[in-house]
């Protein structure tokens, strides 16, 4: 094939490299219009990928037609549909086919073609592929690229775009989702290289999106419909020169489905095997075409019920003494814990009176809490594009979603000395029978009942633009306008002030103010109905996040010498974003059982500039690519970001890719602007060991019972952007001799500065061993921390090193099917994290450290997917192994250093499906299928295993119906 030959990709498989087409033996009706369009069509349903010279096949129309195949075979159906046309087709993969022109045909060549004028999005000059706006094909680009198309993510049964994702090899750390409940907000994020979210830039269709609606540091994964999406495009790479900020670890670009002929109905239902977490989701799709346009339309609602941590052993306890592990039961007990000041503390004893408080008294949450997080959402999306002309079409994207969730955590607990405000009880309040002031109380208040935490957003986001061809360039104006707006609601909470006014003595606190005396130290029951009506109370936030965008790109060939042609691409960019959130705290001060979110406002203007260029040095064999982003902030100035990198061809089965980028994380606008936000951290203080004596910053031992520390956070407007430098190397391999094979290698290192940290677990380490930061953690004179002060500092660095490999291959026989196997795993070598400057770099690699304790969550060495996918006439099916490697974790017991490994996990997932002639789909599908346990770590805040990692259902059933027309 002429390399001189302008192709386009109008299909693209869900593997780099497809099997041999087959075809569902039925009557194929390809639509009336541009050949394109019934390429595009044929490729869908036959699941393969075709190449078009553009604009050639964009200038003919044909009718609609009804073609009957007498294999599975793609080439019969190629020859009725081209048959005394100007075109002709070549095999030129397993899976793919380039459609190019005929030889000059004779004068009698019977024309059945005539001009239409109608340009497609999906039919370009080559693939616009995540990372670039020039246009490669898959295996040629620059960069390792992992794209999920239609077809797998059909059989992979996945709901929602977080679950799809979350096994992925390069998915690891701290993203968040509907399994974490406490500290959790029903929203989803992606965290590729264990790096935090904020690192991972999120696209729909290449183009940014706006974050949470609290101003949060990633956008929200689940106000993006699965049911919407045509494939997900995740590229392992920093692309800052590309994308601008937050692309440090990759990008991961959402393609929605734009080209839709027909009526679609999808319904989903499913169940784990032991009765709960009910789930659903059902879509509705229309699309239709005209001779100057299209228009789609999709309607989708998702629904997902509790899992409780009481109905699984692994998470039915917070003792966990029995696995190895430490007894995380709170000491704030329905019957109390109450310090006398002479070394005595007493709970209430069950015949009345008082006795000695023993650890034993400890109070197990796990009762009352969701593992996993029931939630709900409902969506529209629609798209459209009309042709002006044969050189230009305007297109619009709309999409609103509403999700909502409920989270239920143990009713609130009281640390009454190291909760806000002044708690003491007075020596002479009329429930105190031990005539002096009590300033240690811990009680769980059962009374107001479990607390419940309403999370709802509403998510609306429209583009709009031009875009068209000259010549050989394209080009995009695009204007975008979104807008997200979050409430969170926490009810059965305490108001500290009230509280405080409810522990003075009878002369401060009487009925003629209005005030109640409240029972701190009674036996569970104790505090009647109008104390509870008189503390109760409920937090509010709200909060929105709004971004405008106007974005110009045009790229196309710049020139041509004997070594190829010279791809560039150049645009500009203007945003302006915004947010605004606010809290109904306590005058300042936390509610009881609650975070202060406190409040920010901050906006911005942000203008960037842009250029990319491909030089071919050697034809078909050497290529330079390079990229620039300049990006002028108007908070903290402006900054540049190249890319180079280089791509080598010394035999036809193998190219050899090395790059070089750097990359910059703007501070977000709450970093810059949050005020008032304190938080109840989990976090551990080394003064409470046994030993602290004979450390330098401890006052002897703290209350070793604590594991919860009041905890201040707050903005800093003198941020500046956190840097990166990132590098890889890599190899793809597609040789001859092995029809169907491909494998991929690449190492990649990326190092961060300047990274934006508040730590307050490393401050109390550092006060602890060094005594250091005395004017952040606060002691009182017993030594224990009333409070840590963490604002956000540019303080940290790291350095993650790794690999990823990839090996496919892809069979197909009339007799057998098409088969396809998958391999993919990554391994990080090396995980170098820095707190603060002058302090050491720690491996974490390896390493489970709880994000509640101010960790980066699992970093396993290695994770991997392997999977095999089978097709024949109507039936197909599939088998996919996750696996999570090893970790490591440490903790403190009775001041002695435990180390402990957290086990390997594997689950395997598998789906059987049958289509009819009809248009109708039915399968049938099993998630965790030997039903394994997620493995046990001892330092998990959350229901005693990391659920950003693994999942705690256990085997789940699922049936989908789906029915096309």
């Known amino acids: 094939m002429n390399s001189r030959v302008s192709f386009s990709l109008a299909v693209l498989l869900a593997l780099p490299t497809g099997a041999e087409a087959a075809c569902p033996k039925e009557e194929f009706r390809l639509p009336s219009g541009s050949l394109s369009r019934a390429l595009i069509t044929l490729g869908r349903q036959c699941k393969i990928s075709i190449l078009v010279d553009a604009p050639a096949a964009d200038s003919y129309l044909v009718p609609a037609r009804v073609l009957t195949p007498e294999t599975d075979q793609v080439e019969p159906i190629l020859d009725q549909l081209l048959e005394k046309s100007p075109f002709t087709y070549e095999q030129i993969g397993p899976a793919a086919v380039a459609v190019v022109k005929r030889p000059e045909q004779a004068e009698d060549t019977e024309e059945i073609l005539q001009p239409s004028g109608r340009p497609e999005e999906i039919t370009v000059t080559g693939q616009n592929l995540t990372g670039s706006h020039l246009r490669h094909l898959q295996l040629d680009s620059y960069a390792p690229i992992d794209v999920l198309a239609q077809p797998e993510l059909e059989i992979t049964g996945a709901q929602t775009?977080?679950?799809?994702?979350?096994?992925?090899?390069?998915?690891?750390?701290?993203?968040?989702?509907?399994?974490?409940?406490?500290?959790?907000?029903?929203t989803a994020t992606v965290t590729l290289r264990g790096l935090p979210a904020s690192n991972t830039l999120v696209l729909i269709n290449g183009r940014r999106i706006v974050n949470n609606g609290f101003g949060g540091e990633a956008a929200d994964l689940n106000t993006i419909p699965l049911s919407s999406v045509e494939r997900i495009e995740i590229l392992k790479d920093g692309a800052s020169a590309v994308y601008g900020s937050d692309a440090i670890a990759g990008v991961v670009n959402i393609i929605l489905r734009q080209d839709f002929e027909g009526v679609s109905f999808n319904s989903y239902r499913g169940q784990a095997e032991r009765g709960d977490q009910e789930t659903e989701s059902h879509n509705l799709t229309w699309g239709k075409s005209g001779d100057?346009?299209?228009?789609?339309?999709?309607?989708?609602?998702?629904?997902?019920?509790?899992?409780?941590?009481?109905?699984?052993?692994?998470?039915?306890?917070?003792?966990?003494?029995?696995?190895?592990?430490?007894?995380?039961?709170?000491?704030?007990?329905?019957?109390?814990?109450?310090?006398?000041?002479d070394g005595t503390t007493v709970t209430n004893a069950e015949d009345g009176g008082y006795r000695t408080w023993t650890t034993e008294d400890r109070y197990d949450y796990s009762e009352f809490t969701t593992a996993v997080v029931p939630s709900t959402r409902d969506s529209v999306y629609v798209s459209g594009n009309y042709d002006f002309d044969d050189m230009s079409v305007a297109f619009f994207e709309a999409m609103g979603v509403r999700t909502s969730a409920e989270t239920q955590l143990a009713p609130t607990p009281i640390f009454s000395r190291f909760d806000n405000g002044d708690l003491t009880v007075a020596a002479d309040n009329i429930y105190n029978p031990f005539g002096t002031p009590i300033d240690d109380v811990r009680k769980r208040v059962l009374e107001l009942g479990p607390r419940r935490q309403f999370n709802e957003t509403e998510t609306w986001r429209f583009n709009s633009g031009l875009k068209g061809r000259w010549d050989s360039w394209q080009w995009s104006l695009t204007i975008g306008l979104h807008h997200t707006r979050a409430e969170e609601n926490m009810t059965n909470l305490i108001d500290p002030n009230r509280l405080s006014a409810g522990l003075q003595a009878p002369e401060l606190c009487g009925a003629e103010s209005g005030c109640v005396a409240v029972n701190l130290l009674g036996p569970s029951g104790s505090i009647d109905a109008p104390q509870l009506d008189f503390i109760r109370s409920e937090s509010r936030v709200r909060g929105s996040s709004r971004m405008a965008s106007l974005t110009y790109v045009a790229d196309g060939i710049l020139g041509t010498y004997s070594a190829g042609d010279i791809l560039a691409a150049a645009g500009v960019e203007f945003r302006r974003e915004h947010i605004d959130f606010t809290s109904n705290d306590a005058q300042g001060l936390s509610f009881i059982g609650a975070s202060a979110s406190g409040s920010a406002e901050g906006r911005r203007m942000i203008g960037e500039a842009f250029a990319e260029i491909s030089v071919p040095l050697a034809e078909d064999s050497l290529w330079l690519d390079g990229a620039i982003r300049y990006s002028d902030y108007s908070d903290f100035g402006s900054t540049a970001n190249p890319k180079m990198a280089l791509r080598w061809r010394p035999l036809p089965a193998l190219m050899l890719r090395a790059s070089y980028a750097t990359g910059f994380k703007a501070p977000t606008l709450v970093d810059m602007n949050q005020t008032g936000y304190q938080s109840q951290e989990f976090l551990f203080d080394p003064c409470t060991r046994i030993d602290a004596a004979n450390l330098p910053g401890c006052r002897g031992q703290s209350d070793p019972a604590r594991i919860q520390y009041l905890t201040e956070f707050g903005g800093n407007p003198e941020l500046n952007p956190e840097t990166s430098d990132n590098r890889s190397v890599g190899a793809v391999w597609t040789p001859r001799f092995a029809k169907g094979f491909s494998a991929t290698l690449d190492i990649y290192d990326i190092r961060q500065n300047d990274v934006i940290?508040?730590?307050?677990?490393?401050?109390?380490?550092?006060?602890?061993?060094?005594?250091?930061?005395?004017?952040?953690?606060?002691?009182?004179?017993?030594?224990?921390?009333?409070?840590?002060?963490a604002t956000r500092l540019n303080i940290g660095a790291r350095e993650v090193r790794g690999l990823d490999l990839s090996l496919r291959y892809e069979k197909d026989s009339e007799e057998?099917?098409?088969?396809?196997?998958?391999?993919?795993?990554?391994?990080?070598?090396?995980?170098?994290?820095?707190?603060?400057?002058?302090?050491?770099?720690?491996d974490l690699a390896g390493i489970f450290i709880d994000p509640a304790s101010g960790g980066a969550g699992s970093l396993p060495e290695w994770k991997a997917n392997t999977g095999v996918y089978w097709d024949k006439g109507n039936w197909e099916g599939a088998y996919t192994i996750h696996?999570?490697?090893?970790?490591?974790?440490?903790?403190?017991?009775?001041a002695t250093l435990v180390e402990r490994e957290i086990e390997s996990w594997f689950s395997h997932d598998t789906q059987l499906a049958y289509r009819s002639s009809l248009g109708v789909r039915l399968a049938l599908g099993v998630d965790n299928l030997l039903d394994q346990e997620p493995p046990f770590a001892a330092t998990a805040f959350n229901d005693n295993y990391d659920g950003r990692t693994y999942e705690l259902s256990g085997r789940y059933w699922y049936a989908t119906f789906a029915y096309s027309l």
């Open 161 to 186: 775009v977080a679950q799809l994702l979350k096994f992925l090899p390069a998915v690891s750390g701290n993203s968040t989702s509907t399994a974490v409940s406490n500290g959790g907000d029903g």
């Open 292 to 341: 100057r346009g299209h228009l789609m339309a999709s309607l989708a609602h998702y629904s997902q019920g509790a899992l409780m941590s009481r109905d699984r052993a692994l998470s039915a306890t917070a003792d966990n003494r029995i696995r190895g592990g430490t007894d995380l039961r709170s000491s704030a007990t329905p019957t109390g814990y109450i310090s006398l000041g």
């Open 757 to 789: 940290d508040t730590s307050p677990q490393y401050l109390i380490n550092q006060n602890a061993f060094e005594s250091l930061y005395t004017e952040r953690v606060l002691r009182d004179d017993r030594g224990d921390i009333t409070r840590i002060l």
């Open 816 to 842: 057998r099917g098409r088969f396809r196997w998958a391999f993919n795993a990554s391994h990080m070598d090396r995980y170098l994290n820095q707190a603060a400057p002058g302090s050491p770099f720690e």
């Open 883 to 894: 696996y999570v490697g090893p970790l490591r974790e440490s903790f403190t017991r009775s």
